[in-house]
């Protein structure tokens, strides 16, 4: 009778062998696997910031500028603004003069600077560019002691021309007052 113990011994090594049967022993803990780091997806940089492009006033340019308005106080205003009247040659400024214009500008960022003639009559500027305006001041002179204090200058460019409005206060020496000039540029370019 061998034959039948030889046949159970072999079933149990069998059955061992392949896990089956009870077991008395405690099942060993599966290992947990470690955590997955999650890496978020690559976000792309932003956009550089957009820098603001500076129109360029810097040049030489020549033109007119028509009068709108001369208004004044004291015997300059006769001088300098009234309309001709029979024998009487009227003012220098009076409405609808067309009158030349020349400026040198020199630019740095938004900065300005330089010189401004109306006929013999000149001085240095200096200004600042926003939005692309230019806003003058300055003081012209002559040796005939005509002087112009810029009170507003506010132009553009438009097809290549200086666009906008000049106002300046004149005075001229030996004579009481002033007079408030208000212009409009005309065909000025580089």
């Known amino acids: 009778m061998r034959a039948p113990l030889t046949i159970f011994v072999l079933a149990t090594s069998v059955l ?9 022993s405690p099942t060993a803990p599966t290992a947990t696997p470690p955590p997955v780091a999650v890496t978020p997806p690559p976000t792309t940089p932003p956009p550089p910031p957009v820098t603001p492009t500076i129109t360029n006033f810097a040049g030489t340019w020549r033109g ?7 208004s004044g106080q004291g015997t300059i205003e006769d001088v300098l603004c009234s309309a001709p009247s029979g024998s009487r040659p009227g003012g220098i400024y009076p409405v609808g003069t067309v009158l030349q214009l020349a400026i040198a500008l020199n630019q740095s960022g938004t900065t300005v600077t330089g010189t401004i003639a109306f006929g013999e009559v000149t001085g240095p500027v200096t200004g600042t560019i926003t939005n692309d305006r230019l806003v003058l001041r300055g003081r012209a002179t002559s040796t005939e002691g005509l002087s112009l204090d810029i009170s507003a200058w506010d132009t553009g460019i ?5 666009t906008g409005t000049l106002t300046y206060s004149a005075e001229v ?3 009481p007052g002033f007079a408030a000039v208000t212009s409009r540029l005309s065909g000025v370019r580089r």
Do not use: K, M, T
């Open 16 to 24: 061992v062998a392949c896990g089956g049967g009870a077991s008395s």
């Open 64 to 70: 007119n500028y028509v009068i709108e308005r001369c």
């Open 158 to 162: 438009a097809s290549d021309q200086l």
């Open 173 to 175: 020496r030996g004579f």
